[in-house]
């Protein structure tokens, strides 16, 4: 059974700091590339993340969106089969509901594309208040 479960979300004060994790099973994590994403209130989701795991035959790649670059750092833990997502000087506006996703055939041209995703955790609130 392929999960992610996705935890680490909570309330924070504005310019503080949380780390996601994301724990996978089920599929070769290695042969994956993993993307967080977001969706606050009322809006779409929206790409933040990107990290391909690499198994040694491949370089890893990290990509971040506009908003998350400098304050968000994607990384991998190939023997937890876990993604972590370092948040800091967290903003009101990063309020939302994160997700974690993988996927077997995206390519870096396009890892900000949800719909390449195969497999999506259930997600995990952050709530940024001043």
């Known amino acids: 059974e392929v999960r992610l479960v996705e935890s680490g979300g909570g309330l924070v004060q504005t310019g503080g700091s949380l780390r996601l994790s994301c724990v996978v099973s089920g599929f070769p994590f290695e042969k994956y590339d993993m993307g967080w994403f977001r969706q606050a209130p009322g809006k779409e989701r929206e790409a933040v993340s990107y990290?391909?795991?690499?198994?040694?035959?491949?370089?890893?790649?990290?990509y971040y969106s506009n908003s998350a670059r400098g304050r968000f750092t994607v990384t991998s833990d190939k023997a937890k089969n876990t993604v972590y997502l370092q948040m800091s000087g967290l903003k009101e506006e990063d309020t939302a509901v994160y997700y974690c996703?993988?996927?077997?055939?995206?390519?870096?041209?396009?890892?900000?594309?949800?719909?390449?995703?195969?497999?999506w955790g259930r997600g995990t609130k952050v709530t940024v208040s001043s």
């Open positions: 996703a993988a996927s077997s055939t995206v390519r870096r041209s396009s890892c900000f594309v949800s719909s390449l995703y195969n497999y």
């Open positions: 990290i391909s795991i690499g198994d040694g035959s491949r370089s890893e790649y990290k």
